[in-house]
């Protein structure tokens, strides 16, 4: 119940809204009792019964007329109270499910990378649309009507009770076993709502997956194969959701029967009442409509009962997220780094992921100003880690790292990742213009500004030859850019936040040879007076490093500079002999003196501008 209260708390939110709701339907339930009054009244008028049978009675005609639109003004001033409920109920729900859906989004942009590795992207799309829309619909469903069901049974057994206490002690034979029965199905019904927001938060996954991962589906034809996953999925759902509304007609059905046969055993006895003349003809027809008004909260209760255990199912699903805490937090009193000077410290740093082995044991790295610091070693070694562990993605387990001698942890994460630009090696862009996929670090950046960081990242010339130019439209995951153009515009995009602290993921590993040496030659002005990190495995950026850092299982292996290690004749001299040594005799023999359409830089050798060409003539 605690899950249905704190729903309650944000409903209230928008008290107004509720209020009118409330005072809406009471005043229904109050104009659609008086109709039954004015029918059984109008029967007395018309009609006795003796013992001869039933007669007719001289009436007035405008007793008559007057009766009619007594119950025509009733039906229409009910019509309107129940346009003004739905109207606030609906407006009700629309305006929770708001504040759920912003919160939980708000949420996930401010869990850390921690919490996201181990939370499928499917589930997490299914929460916020089929958990959030159950969570509405018992607003709309629960929340209000649910009250309005209570309300309209207690009255309508008062009024019944006061008409007749023998007839309504009749009527409420079959009510312990309406109470037995929606409580047995309230508790199967909440456990089976569960099971079928998780199948679809599998099958959303699932889905998820596939489309993301359709290249790789292709490639491998495993056309087939996905499609049967699928379908075994859905037919879990599919079963899971049989089950549940099964259950919710059988119990609607059981309801209906209830009333039905209450209904009957109250004709009988009541028609030998009004035979014996202890009722009157108009009575009995009051008491049987009020008996068919109780159809309206009798057949609501299975609905109600339905709304009530899917919000406590997908409330709870909601409110795991809402209330999760991030392993990475900011303190309440954390400091806003300024622009920084950018010496940075990694102190005796050691870091685990979650229930896995150290990735990083015992690492200190000393990077200053104007330097750059190239990271090196196999797959697995922690060279993406140390990456994440610089603007705070993942917080350090042991030791600690500084900027300015001011620890990350003592920082706020907003100015801390403003000072730390990331250009990394899984490109991802949005579906927006070129512009302003670049100008995301920046919103407010100019076209001028725009144009600059892509010149720098070698991509102006090959905007500037699309008919839209920087207005272009990129597709879904930058679709409609090749993988070196897409890496270009990640380039741009952190150059144009111009950060002190800059770090480079393996960023040219989509690029030919040739395109990397026009990047790395335009970048060099970039790096200057700033501190630069670079993960990469071409000779190009990793020679001329003032430091080189290799890794093997978490630890530092080597360090030092390119020459240094050479002469110390360990891994890095097996990196180099093995890797790099014929990347560099490839990097030597690229001819880069005839100019092409820029826009095949990054997928053909030859992508080089004219001018860039003549100046870097040489190795560097």
Not at 315 to 327: H, K
Not at 346 to 354: A, L, P, R
Request: with cysteine; hydrophobic share 45%; aromatic share 8%.
């Amino acid at each position: 119940m605690s899950i249905l209260v704190r729903i309650t708390k944000i409903a209230w939110q928008f008290r107004l809204r509720l209020i009118f709701a409330y005072a809406s339907f009471l005043a229904a339930v109050g104009v659609s009792l008086s109709i039954p009054w004015l029918f059984g009244n109008a029967i007395d008028l018309l009609v006795e019964v003796d013992e001869n049978g039933i007669a007719g009675k001289a009436v007035e005609t405008s007793t008559l007329v007057f009766f009619a639109l007594a119950i025509l003004g009733a039906s229409i001033v009910r019509g309107f109270l129940d346009f003004v409920r739905t109207y606030c109920t609906d407006s009700l729900s629309q305006k929770v499910s708001y504040v759920f859906r912003n919160d939980f989004y708000n949420k996930l942009q401010h869990l850390s990378f921690a919490y996201h590795d181990k939370e499928h992207t499917g589930d997490l799309m299914s929460k916020a649309t089929a958990d959030v829309e159950a969570v509405r619909r018992f607003v709309n469903m629960g929340l209000v009507r649910a009250l309005e069901v209570v309300v309209r049974l207690i009255a309508l057994l008062l009024i019944l009770s006061m008409m007749n206490w023998e007839l309504t002690l009749l009527s409420l034979i079959f009510v312990p076993f309406i109470v037995i029965r929606s409580s047995m199905v309230m508790g199967r019904l909440r456990r089976m709502w569960l099971q079928v927001q998780e199948r679809m938060g599998e099958a959303v996954t699932i889905l998820q997956e596939n489309l993301v991962g359709i290249h790789v589906v292709k490639a491998f034809a495993s056309e087939e194969f996905e499609k049967d996953k699928f379908a075994k999925k859905a037919e879990e759902l599919r079963e899971e959701y049989f089950r549940s509304e099964r259950l919710q007609g059988t119990n609607s059905a059981w309801m209906t029967f209830f009333f039905t046969s209450g209904l009957g055993i109250i004709l009988w006895y009541g028609g030998w009442e009004v035979i014996r003349g202890d009722m009157t003809a108009g009575d009995l027809t009051k008491f049987i409509l009020y008996m068919n008004q109780l159809t309206f909260p009798i057949r609501m209760s299975s609905f109600i009962i339905n709304a009530f255990s899917r919000a406590i199912s997908s409330g709870g699903r909601l409110f795991e997220v809402l209330d999760a805490n991030s392993p990475v937090l900011e303190k309440p009193n954390a400091v806003v780094l300024e622009r920084a000077h950018g010496g940075v410290e990694f102190n005796d740093v050691t870091f685990s992921y979650e229930n896995r082995a150290p990735a990083l044991q015992h690492v200190s790295i000393s990077a200053k100003r104007d330097q750059i610091t190239a990271i090196l070693g196999a797959p697995g070694s922690g060279k993406s880690t140390i990456v994440n562990l610089l603007p705070r993605f993942y917080d350090v387990s042991e030791g600690s790292i500084t900027i300015d001698g001011q620890d990350v942890r003592d920082l706020t994460l907003e100015s801390l990742r403003i000072n730390v630009g990331i250009v990394q090696q899984d490109v991802f862009l949005f579906s927006a213009t070129i512009h302003d996929n670049i100008a995301y670090g920046k919103k407010d950046a100019t076209r001028e500004e725009v144009i600059s960081a892509a010149k720098v990242a070698q991509l102006h010339d090959h905007i500037d030859s699309l008919e839209d130019g920087y207005d272009t439209w990129v597709g879904e995951r930058g679709s409609t850019l090749s993988g070196g153009q897409r890496q270009r515009l990640s380039i741009a995009r952190s150059i144009l936040t111009d950060p002190p602290v800059l770090i480079l993921d393996d960023s040219t590993s989509s690029v030919d040879v040739q395109t990397e040496r026009m990047i790395h030659q335009a970048m060099i002005n970039v790096m200057k007076n700033r501190t630069t990190f670079v993960i990469a495995h071409r000779l190009s950026t990793v020679r001329e490093a003032h430091l080189i850092v290799v890794l093997k299982d978490g630890q530092i292996e080597e360090q030092g500079t390119h020459n240094e290690l050479l002469a110390r004749g360990g891994i890095y001299q097996e990196i180099y002999d093995l890797q790099l040594q014929p990347q560099e005799e490839m990097l030597l023999d690229a001819p880069i003196n005839n100019p092409v359409d820029q826009s095949s830089a990054g997928d053909t050798p030859g992508g080089g501008s004219p001018r860039l060409a003549t100046d870097m003539g040489g190795d560097n």
